[in-house]
């Protein structure tokens, strides 16, 4: 599956972003999100099972964060609120044929990146 990610852009402290991946088409994987500061590795964000039963984040975006997709649109969205300068990050969306899926291993297909800046 080819997946492309685009949304990013430059928000103040507080503010909102949504990010948006579209696929190349009907997909029945798992997908996710990760992020990349400058010189740290790509750490996990949220993702989302196919039918949207189940959605997992990490700690540091729980709460502020919502991960959710359209199938019938073929695309995964990441509504950011309450944004923080260290959520700064190129962000990318991933696809799994696994679930849980967590880590970079666990995902097969990658879009590229969209970049997200928070300035304080």
């Known amino acids: 599956v080819q997946l492309q990610a685009s949304g990013g852009g430059l928000v103040q402290a507080g503010g909102s972003l949504r990010l948006s991946c579209a696929t190349s088409g009907s997909s029945t994987y798992a997908m996710g999100w990760f992020r990349q500061a400058p010189g740290k590795e790509r750490e996990f964000v949220a993702a989302?099972?196919?039918?949207?039963?189940?959605?997992t984040y990490a700690d540091s975006v729980k709460g502020r964060f919502t991960i959710s997709r359209d199938n019938a649109m073929y695309t995964m969205y990441l509504q950011m609120n309450s944004l923080k300068p260290e959520d700064t990050a190129v962000y990318y969306c991933?696809?799994?044929?696994?679930?849980?899926?967590?880590?970079?291993?666990?995902?097969?297909?990658w879009g590229q990146g969209t970049l997200v800046t928070v300035s304080s």
């Open positions: 991933a696809a799994s044929r696994y679930w849980p899926a967590m880590t970079p291993q666990m995902f097969g297909s």
């Open positions: 989302i099972t196919w039918r949207s039963a189940s959605t």
